[in-house]
């Protein structure tokens, strides 16, 4: 799953970057180096996982992650983020828009801080760039006479929608509709979280947190500088820095369940004696897909599924117990995936 961050000039999306991946990478750096795509990583923090590598102490031990993506953007005249840098995010499972909420003499906004401009601004291009692309397509079925297919109806609707200077949203495809349009990767379909990159002097960002929420994007706050210093500090020495700060757990560890909800992703697991792995799926995968997540063998020559909850297996102690207790179940291709279940793949191929 990757979540690209994107944000204005002196919003300070490279400090968020560090912030929730624990980084160093050089901020306010414009030379070839600071050009370059900031990629990182990140383990979504999972205590089953810890527990079942303990018992089963396999030779590797892989966590679900997010990839969080850095890219260089590219501004027109106006402010918008030009054609070139959206393209950089289309691929994208969800938007990280980082919005400066504060100021600084030492590093001063060149239009002034003013965080509910700067969201508008950001979401005024991607639905702008949404716009261009729906238009277009539009424009080639017309010409083409495909006015009575489904991908024209929606396409209208879309097009009314963007028009009106409103995101899409989630849910506003169809599950039938989301295969369909896939290819066209809009932006403002896409789950959107607004991170207000907050500071020591902090601007009043109440107008900012209720218009996002009420565009149904949902809002993340942190103070970017001091979480991306914490960050660099051993897990040992973050615990009282956090405290100060009235969190529990690094900024990495908050936001990483806040995309893995933001998204409707679960984790189902499968252990041995060479790994123990968490794989991320979206709620209401049914099992024979989520095999296909492992290989696609698995979900090709899918007979069945041996499932038991994690908590089962780690009160047993062992699969084999497991099953002696009844805690093992035995699950059809239909069966939908939850959140916590250990399973074993039979398959014929």
């Given at each position: ?44 923090p999972d205590e089953r996982i810890d527990r079942l ?15 969080f993506r850095d890219p260089p953007l590219a501004y ?245 117990e497991a099953k002696k207790a009844n805690k093992l ?21």
């Open positions: 799953m990757e979540t690209v961050i994107i944000g204005l000039p002196a919003s300070g999306k490279t400090t968020i970057f560090n912030a929730l991946t624990g980084r160093s990478v050089p901020v306010g750096d414009f030379s070839a180096a600071g050009r370059q795509v900031h990629l990182a990583d990140v383990p979504v590598s303990e018992l089963y102490r396999p030779k590797k031990t892989t966590r679900a992650t997010v990839l027109l005249d106006n402010g918008t983020l030009s054609p070139a840098g959206l393209g950089e995010v289309r691929k994208a499972d969800s938007l990280a828009v980082v919005v400066r909420a504060f100021e600084s003499e030492s590093l001063p906004h060149p239009q002034g801080v003013n965080p509910l401009r700067d969201l508008r601004t950001v979401l005024d291009s991607l639905v702008l760039a949404d716009y261009e692309v729906a238009e277009k397509r539009l424009a080639r079925l017309e010409k083409e006479a495909k006015r009575d297919g489904r991908e024209y109806q929606v396409l209208k609707n879309v097009v009314d929608r963007l028009g009106a200077g409103q995101l899409l949203g989630r849910g506003f495809f169809s599950a039938e509709d989301e295969k369909l349009f896939a290819g066209f990767a809009f932006l403002t379909a896409k789950p959107l979280v607004a991170v207000l990159n907050d500071g020591e002097r902090s601007v009043d960002h109440a107008a900012v947190a209720e218009e996002a929420r009420s565009k149904g994007i949902t809002v993340f706050a942190l103070r970017g500088d001091l979480e991306a210093e914490i960050a660099q500090l051993d897990t040992s020495e973050q615990a009282e820095f956090l405290k100060d700060l009235g969190a529990s757990e690094p900024a990495k560890n908050r936001f990483l369940r806040h995309v893995y909800a933001d998204l409707d992703l679960v984790s189902f697991i499968t252990v041995g004696e060479d790994e123990v792995r968490a794989w991320s799926i979206r709620r209401g995968t049914p099992a024979s897909r989520g095999a296909g997540t492992i290989h696609t063998d698995l979900e090709k020559g899918f007979i069945r599924a041996e499932v038991v909850r994690c908590e089962d297996l780690l009160a047993c102690g062992d699969w084999a179940r035995l699950e059809g291709r239909d069966y939908v995936l939850e959140d916590g279940d250990v399973i074993l793949v039979r398959f014929n191929v």
